[in-house]
């Protein structure tokens, strides 16, 4: 999503002068588009993620729309003192972007794993909060985000290419996107490992096991109305996110069933402690956690007999 986001935020500074661009010495291969459009509005203020949220804050009050690009950790959780007291207490349209959430930079390290990133931004009071599931999907969410007052987070995965089937760039602020529908079950995911949900509901329907997909990208304002829907009308709700167990998107659609009378089961697929503690590329970690798509059928299937 990266090459995404850079053109549609270069098309959104085009239309907006108040539109800036600060990165802590990153995006390279991806940014330069916009800093030769925009020389005067793109400050590379290197590796100091807190005084770049600091320097966004006072932008912001001067009347601009200043952009934070680092990744996902560096992003969000370095300078999350100053998120806290500068944009958000002042609610100032700060906007923190985050690359490469989940265990996509793997053989980073732990340091580079982006699991607690939605959990803590929606955290923040008047904090939006966005995690689109591909390129397009991205390319939306910018322009659609465009006019949101206050401070926003916007997570984005590194892969351009990977299109979610089913999902042709589709994004509403508070609404949910279905990109496939069943009875048996309903598959809600979040961000980049979307494409894997649509996979997972493929090879249950060869299994005589028909789901319902949606992505989940407005964490907040959460799509309250839509979950509620999905919880009423399906007997097993499985969530999928490269994120940690706690304050994702399994946290927010257990929310929502707690506001409603039900039945069913949910499911949450989230990743573990144990796969934070290790190095490895993004598909091996992802499916140390259980993510793959064979585990997740596997686990799908599993619950489904066990409830039977």
């Known amino acids: 999503m990266r090459a995404a986001f850079f053109r549609a935020l270069a098309d959104l500074a085009a239309r907006d002068d108040r539109v800036v661009l600060l990165t802590g010495d990153l995006g390279f291969m991806a940014a330069e588009g916009f800093r030769e459009r925009f ?13 770049m949220v600091g320097l966004a804050t006072g932008l912001a009050d001067a009347g601009l729309i200043p952009f934070c690009y680092s990744i996902v950790t560096f992003a969000t959780l370095r300078p999350y003192e100053f998120i806290r007291n500068g ?5 100032l349209p700060v906007r923190i972007v985050g690359m490469g ?36 999907q991205a390319e939306t969410a910018v322009a659609a985000t465009a006019a ?9 995965g590194k ?10 760039g589709r994004f509403a602020i508070g609404r949910l996107q279905t990109i496939a529908r069943g009875s048996d079950a309903a598959i809600l995911a979040m961000g980049g490992i979307a494409p894997v949900a649509a996979d997972v509901a493929r090879a249950l329907g060869h299994l005589g096991v028909s789901a319902t997909v949606a ?31 706690v304050g994702g998107l399994g946290s927010l659609v257990a929310e929502a069933a707690s506001t409603m009378a039900r039945h069913g089961r949910l499911e949450r697929c989230a990743v573990g402690p144990s796969a934070n503690s290790t190095t490895g590329s993004q598909r091996f970690l992802e499916a140390r956690a259980g993510l793959s798509m064979d585990r997740l059928v596997a686990r799908i299937i599993a619950v489904q007999e066990s409830a039977a």
């Open 101 to 136: 959430g989940g265990l996509e930079y793997g053989l980073a390290g732990p340091s580079h794993h982006g699991l607690e990133d939605i959990a803590i931004m929606r955290a923040l009071p008047g904090m939006s909060v966005f995690a689109p599931a591909d390129a397009a």
């Open 159 to 168: 892969d351009d290419r990977t299109i979610v089937p089913g999902l042709e």
């Open 39 to 51: 020389p005067a509005r793109f400050f590379n203020v290197g590796v100091a993620e807190q005084n």
């Open 87 to 91: 944009p958000v207490h002042h609610g």
């Open 148 to 156: 949101v007052p206050g401070p926003l987070y916007l997570r984005l």
């Open 215 to 245: 992505v989940v990208a407005s964490i907040v304002p959460p799509p309250l109305d839509d979950l509620v829907a999905v919880l009423r009308d399906h007997p097993l709700v499985v969530t999928l996110e490269a994120h940690g167990p």
